[in-house]
């Protein structure tokens, strides 16, 4: 089945600063890439996806970044503000539709 | 649009008793539903799969006698943990899925779970 790695486990940037997170998906069958930010005790929220006939997608200060031949992705979030701190998940499926497999998470903390 | 519901957000229960979670979409129609399970600082584990008018399919290592799963109309799945012991103590989340409006891709939209701990 598939297998989502990410790194890294936690991210602590400044203010304003860039924070990127990566992931790797090991099913050259998946083609559906979502991104979840989830805070503490709620529910994970989809904040961006990107599918595999596309290499990238921007809304506003999040960006992610496809590339299906190394079978990586990476999420972008740029001018970090203190509200951005959460958990990010990244997953990979084959398919919206279909079942989700979750990265690790990664905590990210944005300090002032 | 595209609001998931989940029924208790908490629950506290002895060990040995049933819990019964509901799972409901509010605005759209959900044929498949999935049932995660969360432990603290981890990830989402699938549970299930749930699909409207048939069996659920369990991921594996999930014991289907334990962990029920009912999905009767295409707005409501149910999850029943039966005889609950203090492992089965998580955070349990539902998600639906639906075409997202505006591009019409299929997502899925997340529950806001339920906190079952089993003393």
């Known amino acids: 089945g598939e297998n989502v790695e990410q790194h890294p486990s936690t991210l602590s940037v400044q203010e304003g600063d860039s924070a990127v997170i990566k992931c790797t998906y090991s099913?050259?069958?998946?083609?559906?890439f979502p991104w979840y930010k989830q805070e503490l005790g709620k529910r994970p929220q989809l904040i961006i996806d990107?599918?595999?006939?596309?290499g990238e997608k921007k809304d506003q200060r999040i960006a992610v970044t496809l590339n299906k031949t190394a079978k990586h992705f990476s999420l972008h979030i740029t001018e970090t503000q203190p509200e951005d701190s959460a958990v990010y998940f990244c997953?990979?499926?084959?398919?919206?539709?279909?079942?989700?497999?979750f990265g690790t998470g990664t905590q990210l903390k944005v300090e002032l | 649009g595209a609001v998931v519901s989940q029924h208790p957000s908490r629950v506290i229960c002895k060990s040995g008793t049933s819990v019964k979670i509901e799972c409901r979409s509010l605005?759209?129609?959900?044929?498949?539903m999935f049932w995660y399970r969360q432990f603290p600082k981890q990830s989402l584990m699938l549970m299930a799969t749930?699909?409207?008018?048939?069996?659920?399919?369990?991921e594996q290592g999930v014991e289907k006698d334990k962990f029920l799963i009912n999905h009767a109309s295409l707005t409501l799945s149910t999850l029943t943990v039966t005889s609950a012991h203090p492992e089965d103590s998580s955070f349990y989340i539902c998600?639906?899925?639906?075409?997202?409006?505006?591009?019409?891709?299929?997502?899925?939209?997340f529950g806001p779970g339920t906190r079952l701990t089993v003393l």
């Open positions: 998600s639906a899925r639906t075409e997202r409006a505006g591009d019409g891709t299929d997502t899925q939209y």
């Open positions: 099913d050259s069958a998946s083609n559906y």
């Open positions: 990107i599918r595999s006939n596309v």
């Open positions: 997953a990979a499926s084959m398919g919206g539709g279909n079942k989700l497999t």
């Open positions: 605005d759209f129609q959900a044929t498949t």
């Open positions: 749930s699909n409207e008018g048939s069996k659920a399919t369990y």
